[in-house]
């Protein structure tokens, strides 16, 4: 597959005069801040937009794929950063929706759960029943299964973006052993990924993109991560980063012996003020239900909470009772439950801080403008205007909106739940500066990541679920990469000699 001077133009250039080549059998990680145009190239190859200039050849011929459809018959298929399952149908039927017959009826079921299994097997999926409709699983496992879908098939050109923003380091094992693999055949693949030591130990060649611009391919070894990160962002970043100003303050936030069927088991932990507290684990080990708890977005069998300074006991009965006791929940799905999508980008910041533009009602559009210029700029969030749609920004841009909507409220406890998936490094860092500053304005913050290293540099104690329980708590002085991972493993050992969970 090779691009010449391939660009795009929406309302401005977003690709310019991209020229590249992908080879058989080699890695080609592609990587740039959020909105450099990672995803626009990946559907100009995968037949999901058609370049405004240059022109693309394949197999010895020029390749025009008029859809995703007509890509994937000729072998190119990529897994999109959005997911894009049907969460009413099966895992089963989400695997094989190509080739669902169109008429009603006449699914054989068992032909299709016979099917699913090795699929689901080749991401280590092998212990979920197929017949679960996909809305049911946690994000993490959604994300495997639309990596699952698109290696089914022959493909001869593989695109992945962000297949791991939401994974965990098992799954991320499983999916580089299919990758190998797929080496192996002579598949050609595109790996987009802000993690830059999975490009490191995946990739054999880089792409740093930037402003759309191409600014260097060549094999990935010859460059360091910091020589990397100054490409992408054309400047050197800072990679430390100082939580010794943190003073722990009063309890603000306590939680007694949650639990929530099989999900989560008799959980207690408590939130101080001025602290971050990291929740890590692996995909389906509670963090997310966790968060949910917490917030009142699910019910709770049985459990105790409390807030205020101090904390006196509480029954929120609903995601608006926990805001008015200013609790606050930026939530990892950002497509489900988080953006509105054809909205724009003032009004999205600016929901959920109702009270603030409302008591402005009759200025409401105006104070909704400002509020989010403040945040963009705070945020660095790239958009062409606050009236654009959030869903034309880029994946990255998208999760900053989400999280400028929540600063605004003056809530005491923020429970972040991914806050930096897809988020390019110097944006990360930007995140990591705001919740220290809302760690100094006395606020407590729960963070829940998959990305251990992020946890280990901003979290000041660290709580590991396994299975539905909290194993072990953390502090700064007592952890380490291996006793945070064993615990993460631990609870899934003793109970029936697998490694799954959920
Ligand atoms: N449909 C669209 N209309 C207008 N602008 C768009 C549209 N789709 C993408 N863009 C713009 O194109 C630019 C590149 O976006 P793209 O999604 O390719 O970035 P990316 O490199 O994948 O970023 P990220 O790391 O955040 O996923 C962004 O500025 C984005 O706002
Ligand atoms: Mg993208």
């Known amino acids: ?16 005069d991209i020229n590249l080549t992908l080879y058989t059998g080699r890695v080609l990680a592609l990587t740039g801040e959020n909105g450099a145009g990672k995803s626009t190239l990946s559907k100009i190859i995968g037949g999901l937009i058609s370049p405004t200039t240059g022109s693309m050849r394949y197999l010895d011929r020029p390749y025009a794929p008029a859809s995703r459809k007509e890509a994937e018959k000729l072998g190119v298929r990529m897994v999109m950063q959005e997911l894009n399952l049907l969460p009413t149908l099966t895992i089963a039927e989400n695997l094989f929706i190509d080739q669902l017959p169109n008429r009603v009826g006449w699914i054989n079921r068992r032909r299709l759960r016979e099917m699913a299994r090795p699929a689901m097997e080749q991401v280590g999926l092998q212990n979920l029943d197929p017949d679960t409709p996909v809305g049911e699983l946690g994000i993490g496992h959604q994300q495997m299964i639309e990596i699952a879908r698109n290696l089914i098939g022959d493909s001869r050109v593989l695109i992945l973006d962000e297949p791991t923003a939401m994974l965990s380091s098992r799954e991320v094992e499983l999916l580089f052993t299919q990758i190998a693999r797929f080496k192996q055949r002579g598949v050609a693949l595109i790996y987009i990924s802000h993690r830059l030591d999975e490009l490191a130990r995946i990739a054999d060649d880089v792409t740093v993109l930037r402003d759309g611009n191409l600014v260097c391919t060549d094999e990935i070894k010859r460059y360091t991560s910091d020589q990397l990160v100054s ?15 943190r003073r722990r303050g009063n309890p603000i936030l306590k939680v007694e ?91 999205n910041t600016s929901l959920g801080n109702s009270e603030k533009i409302s008591r402005f009602a009759w200025l409401s559009a105006g104070r909704e403008q400002q509020l989010a210029q403040e945040y963009i700029k705070r945020m660095r969030i790239r958009t062409a205007g606050t009236t654009l749609d959030v869903g034309s920004l880029s994946g990255g841009n998208q999760q900053k909106v989400l999280i400028g909507r929540w600063l605004a409220r003056n809530c005491d406890v923020i429970l972040f739940d991914e806050p930096t998936r897809g988020i390019d490094v110097g944006a990360k860092r930007d995140i990591y500066l705001l919740l220290n500053e809302l760690t100094q304005s006395g606020k407590g913050l729960i963070v829940v990541s998959s990305d251990l290293r992020e946890l280990m540099l901003i979290c000041d104690r660290i709580a590991v679920l396994s299975a539905g329980r909290l194993v072990e708590t953390f502090s700064r002085e007592s952890w380490s990469q291996d006793a945070i991972l064993a615990a993460a493993f631990s609870g899934y050992q003793h109970a029936t000699g697998s490694t799954d969970h959920e």
């Open 231 to 245: 490409l992408m962002v054309g400047r050197d970043l800072d990679s430390t980063f100082d939580t010794s100003a």
């Open 1 to 16: 597959m090779a691009l010449s001077g391939v660009g795009k133009t929406y309302n401005e250039p977003v690709l310019n």
């Open 257 to 347: 012996h949650f639990t929530r069927g099989s999900v989560l088991q008799d959980i207690s932990l408590t939130l101080h003020r001025g602290e971050v507290l990291g929740i890590s684990g692996l995909v389906g080990a509670g963090r997310t239900e966790l968060m949910r708890a917490i917030f009142a977005a699910d019910r709770i069998d049985s459990g105790q909470l409390s807030v205020g300074d101090p904390p006196v006991p509480v029954t929120l009965r609903s995601p608006a009772d926990a805001i008015a006791h200013r609790i606050a929940l930026v939530t990892e799905d950002r497509k489900g439950e988080g953006l509105l999508l054809p909205q724009s980008v003032g009004v």
